[in-house]
């Protein structure tokens, strides 16, 4: 069982108040994570203290440095067992349109329950990102499109932007390292502009980013390319 007063107090430290429901929530949410990851693979950070930490505080720092409204339009590219975007719904107490796209089926049937359980709703999508990307239904249709870990920040610019509307952002979050020079060229290229580059620490001392992305133009629709191509050769 996770630690409330510890979720609670590390949530404020970055600025989120967390009421009862939602702690309530999380709680849930660790523990159909703890629960289902004895049975499927889904993180590799299962001690109750780590998942408060590493997943949710992690995933909260987001509204640390950036401003989501409600009933803002988010897509999440690679969500795995959900980060960050189902922490971002919690704490937004579910007022926000959420687009959870994977494309490892058992981690979307993970993020159905999960939401089950915490009486949330959001969108689940069993896609590849860079095949959903060329779908006029998704394309240019959200507020915010966020990820966490799924690739390096050229190659993931082009799997995330252009599901942004012009004037949306691209939230990265991101380990120490700067990936953002290398990627100058992509987000450009994509029809984005840096708006910050952040590193803070969590608070275990543990280093990280959040890189956001404005979209001041529209995504050329070659872009996104076939996976094989994005990752041999990144923009
Ligand atoms: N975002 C989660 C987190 O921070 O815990 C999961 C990170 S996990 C390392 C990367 C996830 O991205 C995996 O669940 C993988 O299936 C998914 N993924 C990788 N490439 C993808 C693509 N092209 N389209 C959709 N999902 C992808």
Known sequence: MIDRDKLYQYARDIGVELDDNMLS???LYASELITTNKKYNLTAITEPDEVVVKHFIDSLNVLKYFDLDYGNKIIDIGSGAGFPALPLLIAKNGMLEVTFVDSVRKKLLFIERALNVCGLKGEILHERAEELGQ??????SYDVATARAVAPLNVLCELCMPFVKVGGYFIALKGSSDEVTDAKRAIKQLGGKI???????LPNGDPRSIVIIKKISQTPTKYPRKYKIISSKPL
């Open 25 to 27: 929530r999380f709680r």
């Open 135 to 140: 779908d006029k239904d998704y394309r240019e």
């Open 195 to 201: 708006e910050s580059n952040v590193s803070y620490k």
